[in-house]
């Protein structure tokens, strides 16, 4: 009985790491940059109500006056017919996402077409969002980290006892190691740091110096 109550805090755990690691991954993300995404559809409401208001939350404060100015320019055009709006409209959205993308540090590499395959995680995470239930995605997270995991750590348990003198498999077994580390490494850094960027580990350290 204790033995499974440690597998399933192993698992509680497990999918944790996986969900700040996948979900810190900006680029894996990024789905604002689709015409059917987030933004394009705050972008319509705020073009047919004439009211910038709605999007001035995808950017940073130091970009909203850029915003500001873009937009009213746009409603000035799209007021010259139905070319103009369309021209409008799009050089409007595609600034508005240039900028977001700037401030997840991310490169703009254009607007992406409606029903851009985002993979499962990214639909996951947003239905869970308009639902109040998490589960699903941490039952998705678990078993990709699981999955993860156990084939990069198959590879070095099967490379690890290589000959000595065998260059060629010492290198092998090497590529598998180091493979295997930075998985571990790169989701435990995610999981330690918090959604502003700062490092608890380092947090804690500076606590305690100061303790002390």
């Not at 991310?106 to 029903?115: F, M, R, S, V």
């Not at 993979?119 to 109040?132: L, T, Y």
Request: a negative charge.
């Amino acid at each position: 009985m204790e033995g499974k109550k440690r597998f399933a805090k192993t698992l509680c755990v497990s999918a944790v790491l996986a969900a700040v690691w996948i979900l810190s991954a900006r680029t894996a993300c990024a789905h604002c940059d689709t015409l059917d995404g987030p933004v394009v559809k705050d972008v319509k409401a705020a073009l047919e109500k004439g009211d910038v208001t709605a999007v001035l939350k995808w950017v940073k404060k130091d970009n909203e006056a850029e915003i500001r100015d873009t937009f009213n320019k746009t409603l000035t055009v799209r007021s010259k017919g139905k070319e103009a709006q369309e021209l409008a409209d799009t050089y409007f959205l595609e600034t508005l996402v240039r900028i977001h993308r700037a401030g997840e540090g991310e490169p703009y590499t254009g607007l992406k077409p409606a029903g851009h395959d985002l993979g499962p995680v990214i639909p996951a995470a947003d239905k869970a969002i308009a639902d109040g239930k998490i589960e699903p995605v941490f039952k998705l997270l678990n078993e990709a980290v699981h999955e993860g995991l156990h084939e990069r750590f198959q590879q070095v348990i099967a490379r690890k006892n290589y000959n000595k003198d065998d260059v060629v498999a010492g290198r092998e077994y090497v590529e598998a190691y180091v493979t295997f580390m930075h998985y571990v490494e790169g989701i435990y850094e995610a999981a330690r740091k918090s959604p502003h960027g700062h490092n608890h580990a380092s947090e804690e350290a500076d606590v305690h110096k100061h303790e002390h």
